[in-house]
């Protein structure tokens, strides 16, 4: 119990670094990701996200762009873009484009 407070209060502290976010980082795990992500930005349920809408459509600004870089490259571990956003402009787009290229990145590990 005592080591769980302590956790609690280290990672409010900023101590202690956030747990990475379990999802499986093909298409559809993070098209659902960043659904999520984004219904919790613009405080909407995530049934009102169209994945095929462009960011900018929903007030997305450059700031916010960089916060979901931040968080997409804790969960395919790797450096991002800050641009991403803007690069691919709809969440259909860039859970595709980070799908490819998370699994020629895992083809080039494995050969």
Known sequence: MTDGFFSGIARKL???S???PHIIPDEAGLRAW???WLAKQ???EPSQ??????????????????QVS???EKIIERRLSPALLFEYPTIDELAKALAKDTAEQ???VEA
Do not use: H, M, N, P
């Not at 169209?50 to 700031?63: I, N, P, Q, V």
């Open 14 to 16: 900023g101590f202690a």
């Open 18 to 20: 956030e747990e990475k």
């Open 34 to 36: 960043l659904v999520q």
């Open 42 to 44: 613009i405080k909407v």
């Open 49 to 66: 996200i169209d994945t095929a809408k462009r960011f900018d459509e929903y007030g997305l600004d450059s700031r916010v762009a960089v």
């Open 70 to 72: 931040g968080e997409l």
């Open 106 to 108: 895992s083809d080039a």
